[in-house]
C-alpha cells in the first residue's frame, strides 16, 4: 500500500481538530504507529515489554534480564481490553496498564516521557509493581 501526502484541505482540517484522525487508521489499537514499537523498560529488576506494531494487529516480547545469564527475549501475543488507558495481557504473561501522561514520566536516566506504564504482572517476578516509562521507537 502507497501513502499518499495528505491534501491542503485534509491538512487544514487536522489542524482545526487536533484530536481529528485520518480515515485511515495507521496505529495498532491507537497507541503505536505502524512500523514502530513502544518498550516500556523496568529497573531493579531488570525487563522490559515491547509492543511491536507491524501490521494489522500487535505482537509482544518479553525482555528478560534479571534471572541471571544472558538476556533472554521470547515473542507473544497482547491482547488489549481498554484503550485510554491502554490494559493489556501478553502470552508471557505481561500484565497491566499504559496510560498518555504527556511530559509525566520521567525515567532512570532523568529522560522526559509521554507514556507511564503501571504493570500488575510479570513473569518470575512479584509485586509490588511500580510504574515506569514507555517510549515509541
Not at 39 to 60: H, K
Amino acid at each position: 500500500m502507497r501513502l499518499r501526502p495528505l491534501t491542503a484541505t485534509a491538512a487544514i482540517a487536522l489542524a482545526a481538530f487536533p484530536g481529528a484522525a485520518p480515515a485511515a487508521d495507521y496505529t495498532c489499537n491507537n497507541l503505536v504507529p505502524f512500523g514502530q514499537k513502544m518498550i516500556c523498560p523496568g529497573f531493579e529488576p531488570n525487563w522490559a515489554v515491547e509492543l511491536v506494531c507491524d501490521g494489522p494487529e500487535m505482537t509482544s516480547t518479553f525482555i528478560d534480564a534479571f534471572s541471571g545469564g544472558d538476556i533472554t527475549t521470547t515473542p507473544g501475543t497482547v491482547t488489549f481490553s481498554s484503550e485510554e488507558p491502554w490494559a493489556f495481557e501478553t502470552s508471557h504473561p505481561v500484565t497491566g496498564s499504559i496510560a498518555y501522561t504527556p511530559a509525566g514520566c520521567t525515567d532512570e536516566g532523568d529522560n522526559v516521557h509521554d507514556f507511564t506504564f503501571t504493570p500488575t504482572g510479570a513473569p518470575g517476578l512479584s509485586g509490588p509493581f511500580f510504574p515506569f516509562c514507555c517510549r515509541i521507537e
